[in-house]
């Protein structure tokens, strides 16, 4: 049997316990994004198996929101993906990314199946860092305003009112990504 130091026990028992924490808040593993899937998919497995990489969404997307995944760590690598932090996604009224794909990979009757909410990464957040910042607070969509000052000042997402456009995440300042995604 191999032995485990002292520290490295503990380090992977809170590890767990954080994991299971995570699961509880959201009722879903909480494994942090930083690409999402084009609205339309049912969920990433079905992206994955259903897409056939024409990138027709891509080239359809008004704001040029889509864009092929180069994160070789990412499951979504080599797929068309929105990296929120790059340029939010603006659900268009008439999804024309939606209309492009010619597979199941994206369909309008899956609007609001796969759901992404932000999350604070607190350690990389300057207002976490006490520096004066509200910048994702003054950009989250006034329909919206899912991020508000919790009582201690900071900023805090709602996940029932966000939706995931990563308006949020385009406009944070901060040098490392502050604000990543929970697929739901």
Known sequence: MDQISRKDFFKEMFGFFKDEVEKGKSGVSAKLQYVVPPPGAASVQNYIQSCD????????????????????QSELYDYPVIEPGRMACMFCEDYPCISACHTDALDLKNIGTLKSKAVIIENFCLAYQDHFCMTCISSCPPEYKA??????????????????????????????????????
């Open 147 to 184: 991020i508000r000052l919790n009582a201690d000042g900071l900023p805090e997402i709602d996940p029932l009112l966000c939706t995931g456009c990563g308006i949020c995440a385009q406009a944070c300042p901060a040098p490392k990504k502050a604000i990543a995604f929970i697929l739901e």
């Open 53 to 72: 990489k024409c990138f027709d969404c891509v080239a359809a997307c008004p704001p040029m929101a889509l864009e092929v995944c180069r994160d070789r």
